[in-house]
């Protein structure tokens, strides 16, 4: 889309933003780390087909940690049970494995550390210059975490995370419920706000929402597929939005 048909965002009530993909490329981690327990995972219990990328797009990019571990197994037709978000990395449970994933997620962030995309950086100044309100809606339990290494969580008044997902026991991406509640902690309107996510979770989330404009980020699940599941407009970087 050429640069002068895109919209202005400072001209909407609020911005919210999702953090993994959109603000850092924590997403990269992230992949990493579920790359590398399920392919631990798969080979000790003999599951087939083999853990791919398209894997992380389908089942896990954007949910809750728990959810995706229980969506990637059902879609292996393996069932284990749910277990409690308390269980050792060691636990063949649901949260157990989500648990294992998570030390390795940690690990990785406290030694590489991470750095904003520029292009969000500058996207972000912008809407500050124009006193826009803006806020994170992650469904990550490492978002405060990931914020702080990064050095931008000051910019955020408002970060709804998968902490507070999990107290709340809202649903997770693809449904509306982090979105609206974040909506709701900012005092606006969805309809008059917008969305920016890379996942198609987060982008069907941000949809059934009503949020007014939902930008889709392309950083590889693929424009098409992103407006497929709804985004209005799809850019590659978000400085192309300054």
Known sequence: MPADALPDLTGYDAVLFDLDGVLTPTAEVHMHAWRTMFEELFAAWGIDPEYTDRDYFEYLDGKKRYDGVASLLHSRDVEVPWGDPSDAVEADTVCGIGNRKNAVFSRVL?????????????????????????????????????????????????????????????ASKPAPDVFLEAARMMGVEPARSVAVEDALSGVKSAVAGGFALVVGVDRGVGAEVLRDAGAHIVVQDLEELV
């Open 110 to 170: 406290r030694t590489d550390g991470i750095e904003p995309y520029p292009g969000s950086i500058a996207l972000l100044d912008a809407l500050a210059v124009a006193g826009t309100p803006v806020a994170v809606v992650s469904s990550s339990k490492n978002a405060e975490e990931v914020l702080q290494v990064a050095g931008i969580r000051e910019r955020f008044p408002v970060v709804m995370d998968g902490v507070i997902a999990e107290r709340d026991h809202l």
